[in-house]
């Protein structure tokens, strides 16, 4: 499919990527500066007011500030580089601050002390190796390796606290579900989400074979309800008079010797990784468990359209999330995409079906690339994708899974020095 731009846009998008996206980011730091130079307890309603915005956008500020504080050479180099917005400071507030919850009060500023010192020089190295924009997911996927290396009697104390706070409230028709971590919040959402994506295609081809649609439509139009009213109604299904049951699948990665039994921490897509008393936990319950090749070449060129099991999982794996440049879904909710185009969608390429050729995509973007908006090449079998856009625009994402030359170097590498 040929895509055409209107005259123009191309300039416009290269001063939006070159001029106004940095100024807006050293703008952004400027203001977080500026914070440093007040008390912290009147930081948040400082930036509230300097900026009229809302709270959490407050709070972010806040916290960036903070770590600009606490990390002044990581703040020196952001600060002229451009490439870091306040989001990205303040994921690395969140990541070392959700590890304080369980630390004694008057311990607090010497572990939060101990883990800047970890983390500063983390993110100093790889920012000089990934060049480009910085994808929020794997800036956290980095500092929680990072912290999980260096302190995980800590990370274990703080995944059991966060589990141990799981709770339900009622407040009139509305309750409220405190999953307790993110591996049961992640994978309750994405049972949900599956089943409501299976009921909604259903509507939709009863729509059709009735003859009250053309076409496929959008949930939330032509009478279909939406994904929420879908994922509302099967909840109380399984807690009213339907006796069928969500399965919660998770997909966690470790590292083995024997092909079965898996050594220290682990990760999960959409969630990072986790210490290795959650992940022990997890595997203890595995009803499947699979070795996965880290070599491509263990992983054959297959001639069908789909890719097997093992390719998919290889993907996950290696990905860690949506390949598109700044997305951060799940490498685990993601469809599977033939960087170069398949023959059996498009004759006149030659693209394999292979793990060197694949890479994950969440639909969305998996679609935009398919009507030809965005067009990629990969120079070493997945590992780096290289992205041309609508205007011309250039990026590059890097996988970030627990088996991406990424994870090889900042994650394991630091055991091998």
């Known amino acids: 499919m040929t895509v055409t731009t209107p005259p123009g846009i191309d300039r416009l998008i290269k001063e939006v990527n070159n001029v106004f996206i940095p100024l807006t980011n050293r703008a952004d730091m400027v203001i977080v500066k500026g914070l440093t130079l007040i008390e912290p307890a009147a930081r948040t309603s400082t930036a509230l007011a300097w900026r009229s915005r809302t709270q959490a956008d407050a709070f972010r500020f806040s916290h960036a500030a903070s770590v600009a504080e606490r990390m002044p050479h990581l703040f020196d ?6 490439r870091f917005a306040v989001e990205h400071l303040d994921v690395i507030w969140s990541c070392i601050h959700r590890q304080l919850a369980t630390v004694p ?5 010497e572990v939060a002390a101990a883990l800047d010192r970890a983390v500063e020089p983390a993110v100093l190295d790889w920012l000089g190796t990934v060049p480009g924009p910085v994808n929020l997911a794997d800036l956290r996927t980095l500092v929680d390796s990072v912290i999980i290396d260096n302190a995980p009697g800590l990370s274990a104390e703080t995944a059991q606290a966060e589990r141990d706070s799981a709770r339900l409230t009622r407040r009139g028709l509305t309750y409220t579900l405190q999953c307790g971590d993110e591996i049961m919040a992640a994978t309750i959402d994405k049972a949900l989400t599956d089943r409501a994506g299976k009921e909604l295609a259903g509507l939709r081809r009863q729509q059709v074979e009735a003859g009250e649609s053309d076409g496929p439509g959008a949930a939330g139009e032509g009478g279909l309800p939406t994904l929420s009213e879908l994922k509302a109604r099967i909840l109380l299904d399984l807690l009213g008079d339907n006796p069928e049951t969500v399965q919660v699948r998770v997909n966690l990665f470790r590292a083995t010797v024997d092909g079965i039994h898996g050594l220290g921490a682990g990760y999960c897509p959409g969630i990072g990784w986790v210490d290795v008393a959650t ?27 789909r890719f097997p099991v093992l390719h998919e999982l290889a993907m996950e794996a ?9 997305c951060t879904v799940s490498a685990a909710r993601c469809e599977n995409d033939h960087i170069v185009n398949s023959p059996h969608t498009d004759p006149d390429s030659n693209g394999t079906t292979s793990v060197d050729n694949g890479m994950k995509l969440c639909g ?5 690339k398919s009507e030809g908006h965005w067009r990629c090449e990969t120079p070493d079998g997945g590992h780096t994708v290289h992205w041309t856009g609508p205007g011309g625009e250039k990026f590059t994402t890097y996988a970030a899974g627990p088996i991406s030359n990424f994870a090889d170097r900042y994650y394991f590498g630091r055991h091998r020095q």
Do not use: K, W
């Open 77 to 82: 180099t952001v600060l002229h580089n451009s």
């Open 364 to 368: 969305p973007h998996h679609r935009e």
């Open 318 to 326: 290696r990905d860690g999330h949506c390949r598109f440049p700044g």
């Open 105 to 109: 009060h008057r311990l607090v500023d």
């Open 279 to 305: 992940a022990q936990r997890l595997e203890s319950v595995a009803t499947t468990i699979r070795e996965i090749p880290t070599d491509p070449a263990d992983l054959p060129v297959t001639d069908s359209y």
